[in-house]
């Protein structure tokens, strides 16, 4: 079972070009989270390119059952702009990404097969032009217990250096971590078997 992804750099914004027949297509590529953020990003794409004729797009966001994903063409052809943006996505292996390409028309169509080949080229030109990072996806644990164990509860904290969400030590103590998927089983033992000492 893997426990990691990959993804954008949130503080990256990968930009690509293509033109064909004096179209334009400018592509962008943004690390979100949240379809939230994902309708701001549109929106101000279709003020700041409130002139162009396109503004189609495609994202993923999430792993595994948790994934959603979408692709919209924006009144081109049916599957000729949201779809080849999508597969970009898809053969680059990423989440947590939005890719909005948008079209200034040049006067001369480009037919299906001219409009798939500029909206996956641009997408693709935007996406190698991001900077991609490896991601874990975590699990929290919250783990209450008795004064007394603290030392033992923060030698196992220690040794398998989960992030500490929240701590709170009084007559009953409890703690909230976040540590990689894969290790998780494994801290939830340890800490579960101090209980029974």
Do not use: W
Not at 45 to 69: L, N
Not at 157 to 183: A, G
């Amino acid at each position: 079972m893997t426990d990691s992804y990959q993804t954008i750099k949130e503080t990256s914004i990968g930009e690509g070009f293509y033109s064909n027949k004096r179209s334009k297509f400018l592509a962008f590529a943004h690390h979100v989270e949240t379809t939230d953020e994902i309708s701001v990003i549109l929106k101000n794409y279709k003020k700041r390119f409130y002139d162009a004729r396109h503004c189609c797009y495609a994202y993923r966001i999430g792993t595994g059952y948790d994934m959603q994903f979408r692709f919209n063409d924006d009144g081109e052809p049916s599957s000729t702009a949201g779809k080849p943006i999508y597969g970009q996505i898809q053969s680059s292996k990423l989440t947590d990404i939005l890719v909005c390409v948008v079209r200034y028309y040049g006067g001369i169509n480009l037919g299906t097969g001219g409009l798939i080949t500029a909206y996956k080229t641009a997408a693709s030109l935007a996406i190698a032009n991001s900077i991609i990072e490896e991601r874990f996806i975590e699990e929290r644990i919250i783990y209450t217990f008795a004064y007394p164990i603290l030392n033992d509860v923060m030698r196992i904290v220690k040794e398998m250096n989960p992030k500490i969400i929240n701590q709170q030590f009084d007559n009953t103590c409890e703690i909230t971590l976040s540590i990689r998927q894969t290790k998780a089983h494994e801290l939830r033992d340890r800490l579960n078997k101090l209980s029974f000492k």
